[in-house]
Each structure stands twice: as structure tokens, then as C-alpha cells.
RNA sequence: GUCAUGAAACACU
């Protein structure tokens, strides 16, 4: 069973979900029998497929096999809502956990709050910070680089800012490179791309290099408001001071 | 003796 669940496993990561299904239901005909483990694999290929409702066939069918879901299960089927844009659906499985016992971690309420990110529903993503904190769940860097691409998609960099504030209080003495990126991608969608430089600046005075990425969220800043020509000056940039390639 | 399974960043689609 392990080593059928490593090979379905493989196959939800390379995009392969009709081979990891094949092989599948091979297991639930012939066997050997899925388990847990099985099961949630199969859960988070459909998510990472976006196929969010064969993530739900193949949770009721572990049902119907008497398994009980545990945290990767609802935290699998969470991401298949939010990657599908789900909002409502994700807050149904966070209930779900409510009822059946299951404890929301960092990693539940982070997809949680990327559900609410992706719909753009910044006051929704701060109420579940506030409630993972009441409920003694610690926020991580995670936390903190979806709650400030939440901001982004709301164009609310004010909030990200405050945000991005309060991650040394945690004990965090750094954001890394994907926190920063968001906070510069919050300033650059918002049409603030001279704020996008000053974090750059920021975080390569703390020690944490930009990648292409950072640099793709900064150039996007500079031609939303139709300077390409700046654009073209961080390209420069990033292949002769940072060294990295485009 | 966590390590077969779950969460985060730009643009294009």
C-alpha cells in the first residue's frame, strides 16, 4: 500500500491525475487496499489538478470505507476550494473539522485565509488571524505571506504593511523571500511602485535576496502605470547586481 | 527516532 500511495503521490504532482486515478482504483478493485494515507494523496492530486469535485468523490468514498478524515484530508480538500475559488465551500469544511473534533492548524487556517485571498475578502482572512490567535494557533511566515497577498488582491497595502509590522513580534527576526515579494506586489498592484522599491531596497539591506519573482511583482508596478522603461532598468538590475538570470 | 499524504509570492494561460 505505501508504495502504491508514493507512486499515486508522484502522479498528482506531475499533473498526471488520470494515471494516479488508474492506479486508484486498481487498489480499491484488486487491491492492496487504500488507506488514510492513500486516500489523502488522492484528495491533494485532485486539489493540486483543480478538479475540486473529484477531491469530493474520492472524500466520500473514503467514508463510505468507514476511514476517518483527518487534518490532511480537510486540509487538502480546503486548498481544492480555494484554488477553485470556493470561498463558501472552504468555510463548510472548516465547520466540518468544528464538528468532527479535527484541530485547525497553522496549515488549515493558512489555506483558509488563502480561500478568502483569492476572492479578495481581506475582513473575512483577518477574522480567521484573529481567530487562530484566540485559539492559540501561532501565526508562521506563512500565515503572514498569505494574509498580505490577501491584502495585495484587495489592493489594500496599507494593511499589508501593518501586517508585515507585526511578524517580528511573533519571533520571527526576518520575513523571507516570499513575504517580502508579497508586500511588494501589495504595493505594486496598488499602484504604488516607488513603496515597491523601498521594500526591495529593505529586504536586501536585511540580508534576504530577491529572486525573479520579487523582481517580476516590482517591474509590474512600474508598467501598470506605463513606464516600461523602468522595467526594463530593473532587468538590468537583477542581471548585473543581483545575478539573477531572467 | 516528525521525514508515503495537506498551506504562501509576479506575469502569461
Given at each position: ?33 487504500p488507506?488514510i494515507?492513500t486516500y489523502n494523496?488522492m ?19 473514503m ?184
Amino acid at each position: 500500500t505505501k508504495s502504491y500511495t508514493i507512486m499515486i503521490d508522484a502522479y498528482g504532482k506531475c499533473n498526471q491525475l488520470a494515471r494516479a486515478f488508474t492506479l486508484f482504483y486498481t487498489m480499491t478493485r484488486i487491491g492492496p487496499k487504500p488507506n488514510i494515507v492513500t486516500y489523502n494523496a488522492m484528495i491533494a492530486a485532485c486539489a493540486r489538478n483543480n478538479e475540486p469535485n473529484m477531491a469530493y468523490e474520492v472524500f466520500e468514498e473514503m467514508q463510505a470505507s468507514r476511514i476517518t478524515p483527518d487534518k490532511f484530508t480537510y486540509g487538502s480538500l480546503i486548498d481544492a476550494c480555494a484554488k477553485s475559488g470556493q470561498v463558501e465551500r472552504a468555510f463548510e469544511v472548516s465547520r466540518l473539522m468544528d464538528q468532527s473534533g479535527v484541530i485547525k492548524d497553522q496549515t488549515i487556517y493558512s489555506a483558509l485565509i488563502d480561500a478568502c485571498g483569492r476572492a479578495k475578502q481581506l475582513d473575512r482572512a483577518l477574522l480567521l488571524y484573529e481567530e487562530m490567535k484566540r485559539n492559540a494557533v501561532w501565526p508562521n511566515l506563512v500565515t503572514f505571506a498569505v494574509l498580505i497577498d490577501t491584502c495585495a488582491n484587495a489592493r489594500r497595502p496599507d494593511r499589508a504593511f501593518q501586517l508585515f509590522s507585526e511578524i517580528k513580534h511573533w519571533g520571527f527576526p526576518r520575513a523571507n523571500v516570499v513575504v517580502y515579494t508579497a508586500l511588494i506586489d501589495a504595493c505594486s498592484k496598488a499602484g504604488w511602485p516607488e513603496q515597491a522599491e523601498r521594500v526591495m531596497a529593505n529586504m536586501v539591506a536585511n540580508g534576504i535576496r530577491p529572486n525573479e519573482i520579487s523582481f517580476g511583482a516590482l517591474m509590474d508596478g512600474w508598467t501598470k502605470g506605463g513606464q516600461i522603461d523602468r522595467a526594463f532598468e530593473i532587468i538590468e538590475r537583477m542581471v548585473n547586481v543581483h545575478q539573477v538570470l531572467p
